[in-house]
């Protein structure tokens, strides 16, 4: 089964750092970009940037841009995204989703909700 | 502002048709994809290409595009197609992508 399993929730302190995973399954990891997507409360889905696990070409929105950093580790067919200072305003539910055919994201993760409260 | 609109909210009837549009200038070069999202759930793709539908999505929902707006259309809409849709597509840049604002489908 083609799958994409996200690390689970996480509560963290404003300041601190984070590093969330998905990992992929069922498929060839390397030959598919993998985006990730975040969701604030109550908001709209938000497009963040884009991996290609095959060499690691990455594309961030202007507006993550230095917020965020996207990565993946091919040994492990897993992708992350990390923060190296949490912000309340970070807090949201992060969503990996495999681009497929036609520029459609045709598998997602379940999600990550991260809570950033003092 | 999103570079792909959307109406916020529509309703339909239980077992009637509704449309749902994404306009954006992207949309003459690209297509668009369509999601559906509903709480506590992952994105679930329904809709995405010309006219295509990933396996397991019901026939009732169906794309279409014309000009820079793209379709979604629920032809007999069910109590459990109520959700939130959002299409997706290029931004202007054509390097990344860009959600639309979203719309939120009422089952009467």
């Known amino acids: 089964e083609v799958q994409l399993v996200q690390s689970g929730a996480v509560v963290k302190k404003p300041g601190e750092s984070l590093k969330i995973s998905c990992k992929a399954s069922?498929?060839?990891?390397?030959?598919?970009?993998i985006g990730w997507v975040r969701q604030v409360p109550g908001k709209g889905l938000e497009w963040m940037g884009i991996i290609y696990p095959g060499d690691s070409d990455t594309r961030y929105r202007p507006s993550f841009q230095g917020q965020v950093t996207i990565s993946a580790d091919k040994s492990i067919s897993t992708a992350y995204l990390q923060w190296r200072g949490l912000k309340a305003s970070d807090t949201a539910i992060y969503y990996c989703?495999?681009?497929?055919?036609?520029?459609?994201?045709?598998?997602w993760g379940q999600g990550t909700m991260v809570t950033v409260s003092s | 502002s999103s570079e792909l609109t959307q109406d916020p909210a529509v309703s339909v009837a239980l077992g009637q048709t509704v449309t749902i549009t994404c306009q954006g200038d992207r949309l003459r070069r690209y297509y668009a994809s369509w999601y559906q999202l509903k709480p506590g759930q992952a994105p679930v793709l329904v809709v995405y290409g010309k006219y295509n539908r990933p396996s397991g999505i019901p026939d009732r929902f169906s794309g279409s595009t014309s000009g820079g707006t793209a379709s979604l259309t629920i032809t007999g809409a069910q109590a459990e197609d109520e959700a939130d849709y959002y299409c997706n597509s290029r931004d202007s840049s054509d390097n990344h992508y860009v959600f639309g604002s979203g719309t939120k489908v009422t089952v009467l």
């Open positions: 989703g495999r681009r497929g055919m036609d520029d459609a994201f045709d598998i």
């Open positions: 069922g498929y060839s990891f390397t030959t598919y970009w």
